[in-house]
């Protein structure tokens, strides 16, 4: 079933808000607040200057997008759910209510479960626009500089889908939840954001690389995992926000990847990187370190009742649940095996599949970007470098979960604290290497120009030349 798309609308959406006076009205109410956030907390300036983006536009394969140049202020945020399979015939694939028809609405003894699984989705949504609201002023390229305020401004949109079943299906507590998703701040101590690498300052633009590599892709299997969802309109909501979300992660992979050509292009000329302003392979190996180990913490303990719950009750499957990847859709009487320490000492745990559901998710994720990772490699190679980079082992610098408050090298052994300490310099990043980072982030707004530390992209964005007018400045 094909849905209509109401572009006209004070907010474009293919949810009838039109026939919905109720939820229209709240929703209006609510988008002035959404505007005035962003006014002060989505990116600093550039308020008056034409960004070429994609706009959704509807939910078709192909073609649900629109470029053009538009100023942010100016951005159609709108609510758009993935249309239905086939109407009412969608069954649910997981969990104990499998082989029931899915919800329309969420049962009442699902409701606060699910509202705090949409809530804890929304509040990164917001979260990552702040943490990135000052990186347009030293944007190594006015290309580099669109993709930042595309991936904020989608963001943006992914607050609004959120909004949009909180308001629609979660009654009076869902309106104060929307209200309270623009109040909580990143890193602001006394009401911060819900989840903590959402707190974490995105300095520089290596920092925003490996955020939309790593933390944008923790991201990615959360809504995966919820488009398997049992309530319908959380399912077709968060398969929609896939499609947008791709871009952001190609955005992160081609960033990372195009700093190691820099990076290799010097080396092979027997350039010091840090002698011209580039990025040395050691200090963006910190980085990688520092930001995949921080988004391993967003899948939560691998030992989790609250997983085991959310599958339970088919709010929250597994990665690509409904491909049939899994022998057994209701995960019962069978067991997840992964290592823990006790006393210092390794030894095999059984832990009951229900109750793995953030391990399995978080192994699915890691084998990811372990081919990212490989991927970064490939231009090393292309450039006849022995160098490598790698990606931490699940146990690395992690403050949560089996292996929180244990020391391990990057490798997965298991090392004293002093022994960690010893190496931290090597292998997190230290304030010598932010403060450095931040002296080569000069601003390079000329057309078809990029900084030194970082390769031009082997094409543009939208089919249009890498030398692009992406940003019209006024
Ligand atoms: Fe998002
Ligand atoms: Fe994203």
């Not at 629109?66 to 015939?89: Q, S």
């Not at 990076?263 to 580039?278: H, I, N, S």
Request: glycine share 8%; charged share 25%.
């Amino acid at each position: 079933m094909t849905s209509f798309v109401d572009l006209e609308a004070k907010i474009p959406n293919n949810v009838g808000l039109k026939d919905d006076p109720v939820i229209r009205r709240a929703l209006e109410t609510w988008q002035p607040a959404y505007l005035e956030w962003w006014r002060d907390m989505g990116p600093s300036d550039f308020k008056q200057d034409d960004i070429y983006l994609r706009t959704a536009v509807g939910v078709g394969r192909g073609g649900w997008a629109n470029f053009g140049h538009v100023k942010m202020p100016d951005y159609r945020w709108g609510i758009f759910l993935a249309d239905p399979e086939t109407e009412g015939e969608r069954k649910i694939k997981f969990g104990d209510a499998m082989g029931q028809p899915v919800w329309m609405q969420i049962p009442g003894e699902m409701r606060a479960r699910a509202r705090r699984l949409i809530v804890t989705q929304a509040d990164t949504e917001p979260a990552s626009v702040e943490q990135q609201r000052l990186l347009g002023h030293t944007a190594p390229s006015i290309y580099d500089m669109r993709n930042l305020f595309q991936v904020n401004v989608e963001e943006g949109r992914h607050l609004w889908a959120m909004v949009y079943l909180l308001h629609k299906y979660f009654g009076s507590e869902g309106r104060d939840e929307a209200e309270e998703l623009l109040r909580r701040r990143s890193g602001d101590p006394d009401n911060p954001r819900v989840l903590q690498a959402f707190n974490k300052p995105i300095r520089d633009w290596m920092a925003f690389f490996c955020f939309t590599t790593f933390t944008d892709r923790d991201g990615k299997y959360q809504l995966a995992a919820l488009a398997e969802s049992g309530f319908d309109p959380l399912a077709r909501t968060t398969q929609f926000m896939l499609t947008e979300e791709a871009h952001h992660l190609q955005v992160g992979e081609n960033g990372i990847a195009r700093i190691i050509e820099r990076t290799a292009q010097l080396m092979k000329e027997g350039v010091d990187p840090r002698k011209v302003g580039a990025m040395p392979l050691d200090l963006i190996q910190r980085y990688i370190n520092e930001w995949s180990s921080a988004s391993y913490d967003l899948f939560g303990g691998e030992d989790s009742s609250n997983a085991a719950e959310a599958f339970a009750t088919s709010l929250k499957g597994r990665y690509r649940e409904g491909d049939g990847l899994y022998k057994d859709p209701l995960a019962l009487n069978q067991n997840y095996e992964t290592e823990i320490f006790e006393n210092g000492v390794e030894k095999k745990v059984q832990i009951p599949l229900r109750r793995a559901m953030n391990a399995l998710l978080l192994e699915a994720y890691h084998a990811d970007a372990t081919r990212i990772v490989a991927r970064w490699n490939r231009v090393l190679e292309q450039y006849q470098l022995s160098e490598r980079v790698y990606l931490p082992t699940l146990r690395f610098n992690r403050q949560i979960g089996l292996y929180g408050g244990l020391w391990f090298n990057p490798q997965g052994e298991q090392i004293s604290k002093e022994a960690f300490e010893r190496k931290r310099t090597e292998w997190l990043p230290v304030d010598a290497d932010y403060q450095y980072v931040k002296n080569c982030m000069i601003k390079v707004w000329d057309r078809g120009k990029f900084a030194n530390w970082i390769a031009p992209p082997p094409v543009g964005i939208n089919n249009q030349p890498v030398d692009f007018e992406y940003v019209k400045f006024h």
